[in-house]
């Protein structure tokens, strides 16, 4: 009991958190790189260019509009944790640690600096080799995010980005290319990063959920799963020993009472913002619920009969997710509110939350790991799992995160609890493994990781490394296969 010999522990990030380098041999821009830093209280916005030359910022890009760098405004990509330059220095790091496994994504604009090339920049290409590389030198397994919500600006401007068809077309090119290229170095791959918070999220990033928006989210959502079953199907060709998964955003939900018009709100909820892209990757079909999901905001889908037949033809082999917090869905008033970065709604009265308020929840972890698993019966992986929190930095340069290991203790437990339970996970690679520019609110300080790196909110530091007491913890849980907490 608990967890088998060849369980892959180890770490995750994503290239436009930790690379930097943005502008640097041959890389185009990012959607991410005309984004403005934020906090718990203040949203992130994009830096833009109207048709008429006037400056603007705003939360999505106008149409007509081009990204664009103000000199007076902070853009927390930029540097990132300049990975680029530090990436062996990182890597000798975690396998320090005992990592088994390190989950990082691609740029695409590394790759293709526009999005729509014939050809591939060769520069980046060669950057992940490098990486992979050293990975190899210390027996690291890659698991490697072909797209994590990174999109050449170009493509956003030129196209309206997913809301366009051409998009699955330049995405098939872009993971054919890495799928080819790193075939003898990479065996485990990602298709998107969470894909269902184009709709999970739409609340919270647009502001409104009007029917417009659901229509978009809904459509951009769709040729998503096109082009990963797309994906799927092209790595299977090249390497018959890819293994292929899925990315879920894991937000558990309960019904804040036993009325039943709670208990159905909280069904509705897992199947809009759970099954709804699981079942599509998982199974190769939207479910039957899908209509009155569409129904309920007269949602009319660009399908073709081909696009089912890919979907069919392109299922997973792998159910991979995050796992942060849970939250309630009600249909009663309540003044016990929770709200904050990417989390709104009831608060649970059972649980404790962050400073960012997320709900620190693992016993949600556990019931996940097992409604999850029984529904596709696919090997899992939980991929992001970690408590973002403001660490001190002593004067003798400690980091004493106890509440950072308490928190992690406690959901490896639910994991091994899931193990015992009959669920077949195979992995876990935590968040934010090294401190990284977080994605919703642009802030150094709100850090995950086992590694404090020297750099401030404003981009001023050192970007020294510095080994916090979660390190030595985390190296003793690998070291004995979780048996230490």
Known sequence: MGFPKTFMWGGATAANQIEGAYNVAGRGLSVRDVMTAGS???RRTITYENTDGTPGRGLVLPKGAHGKIFEDEYYPNHEGIDFYHHYKEDIALFAEMGFKMFRLSLSWSRIFPNGNEEEPNQAGLDFYHSVFDELKKYDIEPLVTISHFELPLYLEE???GWSNRKLIDYYVHFAQTVLTEYQHEVRYWLTFNEINTTVMFLAIRSGKTDD?????AYQQLHYQLVASAKAVQIGHHINND??????ICGIVSYPLTPDPKDILKDRYAWEQNIFYSGDVQCLGEYPTFAKRLWHEHNVTLDITASDLNELKKGTVDLYTFSYYMSSISTTHDTDNMVGGNFSMGAKNPYLKYSQW??????????YYLEVIYDRYKLPMMIVENGLGANDVVTKDEKIHDNYRIDYMKKHILAMKTALNNGVNLIGYTSWGCIDLVSAGTGQMSKRYGFIYVDQDDTGAGSMKRIRKDSFYW????IATNGETL
């Open 40 to 42: 718990l209280k203040k």
């Open 158 to 160: 030129r196209y309206g």
């Open 212 to 216: 417009n928006s659901y229509q978009d």
């Open 242 to 247: 890819f293994i292929i998964g899925c990315m």
């Open 357 to 366: 308020q997320w709900a620190d929840d693992p016993m949600g972890l556990q």
């Open 474 to 477: 985390y190296q003793k849980v």
